[in-house]
């Protein structure tokens, strides 16, 4: 099959680009596998006009008005090999399909990496969260913690007593100093540097941690960055540039979302240094229009 556009990704990014694309009608096959990064949030929050949308919502709403354009296709697979060809790219599914396209845009997301501490995996997303702006409102005026996973923890930690009154959890390995304490006991922050081992609670709800030193802590929240990582063999694959943030490795591009490949695109958390679902959006339109705009002045 040959495209003008492929797209590795239908989430928030993926679909946002693909929006523009069929709108220029060029003809365009976004290959998703839908599993994305959100798949553990029970609503997404701070989206303009879909406040409190579940990620499953927002994303069926965007396919049904993709697929009123004739120029769109959804295929449900997951892309195994992209490499360059003649006429730009080749790429291969999983299920043996082959399809030749003159750009591609990255769009596949992430992984979290979340600490190997009972009571996290199974409350990521509902009590356990990582932006205050996708899911802090929920959880206002609750007791709150943080749990250092870098130095990015302390900014994290600094903002979170807007919601409700927080602790901050070292783990005895991440301790603030100077300044940057200072600003944290003036914003009211508590420090415990006796690691947590268990994360307690009832279902989804968290209730409190169980510290080291046998203490328990009472907390109805906890925020924690997970470690971002890029699983994709993809960009292995495409010998795609990369660089390093605070939470771990994006693809690098620059301002237009191509990446160090001519003709190649990332959008979405998989290029994004701060993430959440707008910035995915606005990400995948950018990479839309610029793609559009090199198939017009770079042919």
């Not at 699983?231 to 237009?256: F, H, R």
């Given at each position: ?123 990521w997303g509902k009590t356990v969260i990582h932006c205050p ?30 919601w409700g009154a927080t602790t901050l959890f070292t783990q005895?390995?991440?301790k603030p100093e100077g300044d940057t304490l200072q600003h ?116």
């Open positions: 099959m040959n495209v003008d556009v492929l797209i590795i990704g239908g989430s928030f990014a993926g679909l946002a680009a693909a929006m523009q694309l069929v709108r220029a009608r060029k003809k365009v096959v976004v290959i998703d596998a839908n599993s994305p990064r959100n798949r553990f949030a029970e609503a997404s929050h701070g989206i303009f006009c879909l406040d409190g949308k579940t990620p499953a919502e927002i994303r069926a709403t965007a396919l049904a008005q993709l697929r009123a354009y004739p120029t769109f296709e959804l295929m449900e697979d997951s892309a195994s090999a992209i490499e360059p060809s003649p006429e730009g790219f080749t790429a291969t599914t999983e299920r043996g399909q082959r399809l030749i396209a003159k750009r591609v845009i990255l769009a596949m997301g992430i992984t979290d990496s979340l600490p190997a501490i009972p009571g996290v995996q199974e409350r702006y996708c899911h802090g409102y929920e959880l206002s005026d609750r007791s709150l913690g943080v749990l250092a996973t870098s130095e990015m923890s302390f900014h994290q930690a600094a903002m979170i007593p807007d005895g390995q991440f944290l006991l003036s914003r009211g922050v508590t420090l415990e540097h006796s690691p947590i081992v268990e994360v307690l609670g009832t279902d989804a709800d968290v209730e409190g941690v169980l510290l080291l030193d046998g203490r328990t802590v009472p907390i109805q929240g906890l925020y924690v960055g997970p470690r971002i990582t890029l699983t994709s063999p993809l960009i292995e694959q495409l010998k795609l540039e990369i660089e390093e943030t605070p939470l771990g490795s994006i693809v690098k591009v620059d301002a237009m979302k191509e990446s160090s490949v001519k003709g190649i695109y990332a959008a979405g958390d998989l290029s994004n240094p701060m993430q959440n679902g707008t910035f995915a959006i606005a990400s995948g339109t950018m990479a839309g229009v610029a793609v559009h705009r090199s198939l017009i002045f770079d042919e």
